[in-house]
């Protein structure tokens, strides 16, 4: 039925009930019936539906419309792919609703974008107000920043499907299996270690308290001494004490505290405008339509070789948008401040990336240095963000020489990507050739003169940068290194102290 002929044979306001009539008398005689025409109009300009184009698909798909054509839309319009997956997300919706009319429509997700991990976002936000003889009333311990930030992401279901800090358990079988106890792929330990129990006992509610204020409850479950010694040989793979997370993990308490927790507060940062969390990402995904997100996770300024990888891993694996996600808690010295990360994406944004195709969020945790198992781990989160898709650089999230550069790659190869969820995309070295003039990918399987790859280290760059020189440009943007020298000839703090 092509709505724009009958408007102009009958009036406009009697072509709803038309529709409804054709409809019923198609179903009535088993013939199928398709709605032509003003559809999801709207889409061939903004990115977004009307309501009353979505409220319409929706009624006609009740009434027993067996499918839709688009036609102006993708055309003629602007946005083509995401109003296809728009029109095929509501139809998704629509068939869960059928399956079950009970369905909690405030947590409903486009089952276009991966579940996720465990199939249940976590959400540990404490649900009401403490009175101050409530608070007054609990034991309390002292807890670092870095344990502060697993709270914050445990609660906001980042760390899906925890939901609190390990216990035995759970904690051995992640080290030997990396598994949760019930069989969940998990790779790294997330646990809340202390100095001393100070008359703990299971079953009570534990206030946990950062610089004096209270951040969270602990519903401590579990008192626990598992072996330091087995714990870093399975988590970092050395016991060598120069590795940066052996030793702030053997510098941490003796005694292990688990259970769920809840969070009573967020901490306040300069970077609160940017953290959005998993069901923030998975709904602007959603009403964009996207099936395929690919997760970028960084602790640095862009470079040109990011902007490479972000933009083949998007092109080679046909995905919808990019997720852009740097860390910006805790780091180590010479690494980038959040804030000098921040402005550089922005900028990306405002004038280099393909418009509309990039989201960016930072990611307020700290680096763990644990080489492969966290590769993964940073993967299964970005599939709690509802992305598909992760890339996965050579030597990912490791330090110094302590993995073999391709440990970050293999170690994917231990899992089943049904089971995983999402979908690593693996990159080597990647080179600029001053023979072609352009980034390539080196797989191991190129050619190419080594005379005429281009590298710098980011030591390098690192260090032009302090000089106030710029980098080549085939290395970064110089509108992004002009940014940064600006900032140092100020005097700001670029990089970690």
């Known amino acids: 039925m092509d709505r724009g002929d009958l408007s102009r044979e009958i009036p406009l306001e009697k072509i709803p009930f038309i529709q409804k009539m054709i409809t ?40 027993g419309v067996s499918g839709f054509v688009l036609t102006k839309e993708i055309a003629i319009g602007k946005h083509p792919v995401e109003t296809m997956n728009m029109l095929i997300n509501i139809i998704k919706e629509f068939e869960k609703y059928q399956i079950n009319s009970n369905i909690d429509l405030n947590n409903m997700q486009s089952n276009l974008l991966p579940s996720p991990h465990g199939g249940k976002l976590i959400n540990r936000f404490f649900k009401k107000n403490l009175r101050k003889e409530e608070i007054n009333s609990l034991k309390k311990i002292n807890i670092d920043l870095e344990t502060l930030m697993d709270l914050e992401q445990i609660a906001n279901g980042s760390f899906s499907p925890l939901e609190g800090f390990m216990n035995k358990k759970d904690l051995q079988s992640v080290l030997q299996h990396m598994r949760l106890e019930d069989g969940t792929i998990w790779p790294l330990p997330i646990t809340l270690q202390v100095s001393d129990i100070f008359g703990l006992k299971q079953g009570e509610d534990i206030l946990l308290m950062y610089k004096g204020e209270s951040y969270g409850i602990l519903h401590l479950k579990e008192i626990y001494q598992p072996s330091k010694e087995n714990f870093i040989k399975k988590a970092f793979g050395t016991e060598d004490r120069r590795h940066p997370g052996v030793d702030k993990f053997m510098n941490k308490g003796n005694y292990f505290l688990g259970g769920k927790i809840s969070l009573i507060k967020k901490r306040h940062t300069k970077s609160k405008l ?19 997100v690919v997760g ?24 919808d948008a990019l997720f852009v996600h740097p860390v910006v808690g805790k780091k180590k010295k010479g690494d980038f401040e959040a804030e000098i990360i921040i402005e550089s994406y922005e900028k990306m944004i405002n004038k280099f990336y393909p418009k509309g195709k990039v989201i960016f969020s930072v990611f307020p945790t700290y ?10 781990f940073t993967a299964i989160v970005r599939k709690n963000f509802g992305c598909s898709h992760f890339i996965v650089g050579r030597d990912h999230t490791g330090v110094g020489n302590f993995y073999d550069p391709e440990a970050s790659h293999k170690i994917f190869n231990n899992f089943k990507i049904d089971e995983l969820g999402i979908f690593p995309v693996k990159f080597n070295k990647v080179f600029y050739s001053n023979l072609y003039n352009k980034h390539i990918h080196d797989a191991g399987q190129l050619n190419h003169p080594e005379e005429n790859k281009m590298q710098i ?16 440009e085939w290395f970064m943007r110089p509108e992004i290194s002009n940014l940064i020298i600006k900032k140092i000839k100020k005097g700001e703090k670029v990089f970690v102290e």
């Open 24 to 63: 019923k008398k198609a179903k009535e005689v088993g013939k199928e019936i398709f709605i032509a025409t003003n559809t999801l109009e709207n889409m061939a300009e903004d990115l977004k539906p009307s309501k009353a184009e979505t409220n319409d698909i929706v009624n006609s798909l009740f009434d």
């Open 274 to 292: 940017y953290e959005l969390t998993p069901s923030q990402t998975r709904q602007i995904f959603s009403e964009k339509g996207w099936s395929k």
């Open 296 to 319: 970028f996770h960084t602790r640095k300024v862009i470079h040109k070789s990011h902007e490479f990888i972000q933009l083949e891993a998007m092109k080679n694996n046909f995905c």
């Open 367 to 376: 680096s763990r240095y644990a080489g492969p198992r966290e590769a993964l």
């Open 457 to 472: 280290s980011g030591t390098q760059a690192r260090e032009m940068l302090q000089k106030m020189k710029n980098p080549p």
